[in-house]
């Protein structure tokens, strides 16, 4: 069991068959050293993809990104959920439906920070239905970036969101795979090697 998953099975909370809390560590209070190894690792796995730049979506998706970039060497740039008085023009946009907080959001780039030239690593946190991944790879679309792949923290692997992007022909790599929640116990899914 890799460190993510020891964590996971330490802190996380299984609050029903298809949601799990671990905001002890990853998305309201931040374990930094366990985002150092996971930014170590998602630079590991992409280190030969030539990447230029990292996109995520705020909030959660930050910390992991930021260590990512770290250990990579290139700029993040997150995608924001509300408009700012700074960022109103010449944007690239999508909506993204959250099935946990049961809400549509508009989340936006600014074209300074996206072009052709890029090779864009996306992370996110969850990978669960795979809106907020998809959301993030039609932006690197319109920016006609080249898009590495998709780095998940933890995915939900009995959600189709993972088979849904890798349908695509798109590398999705997880570093936390949940087989079940069921009676309130992760389980993750065998192989998982990272």
Sequence with gaps: ?????QKIVAEGKVLSDSVLKVDSFLNHQIDPKLMKYIGEEFARLFADAGITKILTIESSGI???VMAGLSLGVPVVFARKRKSLTLVDN???AKVHSFTKNETNEISVSNSYLSEDDVVF???DFLANGQAALGLIDIVKQADATLAGVGIVIEKGFQDGGKLIRDQGIRVESLAIIDSLSAGKVTFKE???I
């Design 122 to 124: 996306v992370i996110d």
């Design 91 to 93: 944007l690239y946009s």
């Design 63 to 65: 910390a992991p990104s």
């Design 1 to 5: 069991m890799n460190l993510l998953e």
């Design 191 to 193: 192989g998982t090697t």
